[in-house]
Nanobody, 121 residues
Framework: QVQLVESGGGLVQAGGSLRLSCAAS????????MAWYRQAPRKQRELVAS???????NIADSVKGRFTISIDNAKSTMYLQMNRLGPEDTAVYSC???????????????WGQGTQVTVSS
């Protein structure tokens, strides 16, 4: 019913920038919250940034000042602008969305398949 498709990952040198995108498609009423998570090899998955429909944002301390989360409501697309990347940012980045599937307020969680970000030193 709903699909999340990430794009924008790849290989970049330290100090460089990338912009990740996550587009929600399918049949749904509205998006409640979207977020970016990441998981590095042999480490636990962590929340990178989140944004809600009232544009309240949360940014992890490890990326604050370097990463910016945003959303385009018309396109149902979330973005993560990543600047001054370092090797510590290497991970699989996954898109998460909590979506209102009906007008009654029923919500469902969805995950994208993830996109690899690799930062070389």
């Amino acid at each position: 019913q709903v699909q999340l498709v990430e794009s924008g990952g790849g290989l970049v040198q330290a100090g460089g920038s990338l912009r990740l995108s996550c587009a929600a498609s399918g049949r749904f009423f509205s998006i409640n919250t979207m977020a970016w998570y990441r998981q590095a090899p042999r480490k636990q998955r962590e929340l990178v940034a989140s944004i809600s429909t009232d544009y309240n944002t949360n940014i992890a301390d490890s990326v604050k000042g370097r990463f910016t989360i945003s959303i385009d409501n018309a396109k149902s697309t979330m973005y993560l602008q990543m600047n001054r990347l370092g090797p510590e940012d290497t991970a699989v980045y996954s898109c998460f969305a909590n979506i209102h599937t009906t007008e009654l307020g029923l919500t469902t969680n969805y995950w994208g398949q993830g996109t690899q970000v690799t930062v070389s030193s």
